[in-house]
């Protein structure tokens, strides 16, 4: 256990439906960051909150959105869902600390769109 | 990020030392070295980071050239456990934190 927690951990849906996963942060930890990987693709940095504000932006699709609550958990929704957008999605933490690269990754969300 | 290069592939064999290397020319003088390992479909794990001197942790150790333009990631007795894409960073200070990832090295460790 890594102490970031990813919700659900499989997601099957339809083609045009939205989705929202959800990461708590490891403890103490203020930044959370959103990536995906679809199937034999690298790592794609989505976005990044630090303690509830948007601080970096990736290559997200405008019918994905994301935020985080005043408790540090972290939402991504996915809206209009196309055959593509399967994939897993993972969540990480941090400190939010500039120069701290040290990174705990959740387990993942996997998104079956059918 | 300062771009890395690293072989798309490696083989090592059960008990031996894995040695992973990785390029990284262009790097700045305040920048550091991170190495983070996937083991299929799993999340990221983090496995050590380096400015200049070597490193040594658990996991592994990180030797980093005097002219810090390359450095190799070292895991001393090699598991079937450690097969896993191991991806060689050195983050920008202007990315705000961010990490980017590349294709790094799949390494195979066999019996």
């Given at each position: 256990d890594s102490g970031v927690t990813q919700t659900p951990k499989h997601l099957i849906t339809a083609t045009g439906q939205r989705v929202t996963l959800r990461c708590s942060p490891r403890s103490g930890d203020l930044s959370v960051y959103w990536y995906q990987q679809s199937l034999d693709q690298g790592l794609q940095f989505l976005i990044q909150y630090y303690n509830g504000e948007e601080r970096a932006k990736g290559n997200i699709l405008e019918r994905f959105s994301?935020?985080?609550?005043?408790?540090?958990?972290?939402?991504?929704?996915?809206?209009?869902?196309?055959?593509?957008?399967?994939?897993?999605?993972?969540?990480?933490?941090s400190d939010g600390t500039a120069t701290n690269y040290g990174y705990t990754f959740g387990s993942g969300t996997r998104l079956t769109v059918v | 990020d300062a771009k890395t290069t690293q072989p798309p592939s490696m083989?090592?064999?059960?008990?031996?030392?894995?040695?992973?290397?990785?390029?990284?020319?262009?790097?700045?003088?305040?920048?550091?070295?991170?190495?983070?390992?996937?083991?299929?479909?799993?999340?990221?794990?983090?496995?050590?980071?380096?400015?200049?001197?070597?490193?040594?942790?658990?996991?592994?150790?990180?030797?980093?050239?005097?002219?810090?333009?390359?450095?190799?990631?070292?895991?001393?007795?090699?598991?079937?456990?450690?097969?896993?894409?191991?991806?060689?960073?050195?983050?920008?200070?202007?990315?705000?934190?961010?990490?980017?990832f590349g294709q790094g090295t799949t390494l195979q460790v066999k019996p």
């Open positions: 994301a935020q985080q609550f005043p408790d540090l958990h972290s939402e991504l929704n996915l809206s209009s869902l196309e055959l593509g957008d399967s994939a897993l999605y993972f969540c990480a933490s | 083989d090592c064999a059960e008990g031996r030392a894995a040695n992973l290397p990785c390029n990284h020319s262009t790097i700045s003088g305040n920048e550091y070295v991170y190495w983070y390992r996937q083991i299929h479909s799993q999340g990221p794990q983090y496995i050590i980071h380096g400015l200049k001197n070597n490193e040594t942790n658990e996991m592994a150790s990180l030797i980093i050239t005097e002219d810090r333009k390359s450095s190799t990631l070292i895991l001393p007795h090699a598991t079937l456990r450690d097969t896993a894409v191991y991806y060689c960073i050195v983050p920008s200070a202007s990315n705000t934190g961010k990490l980017i």
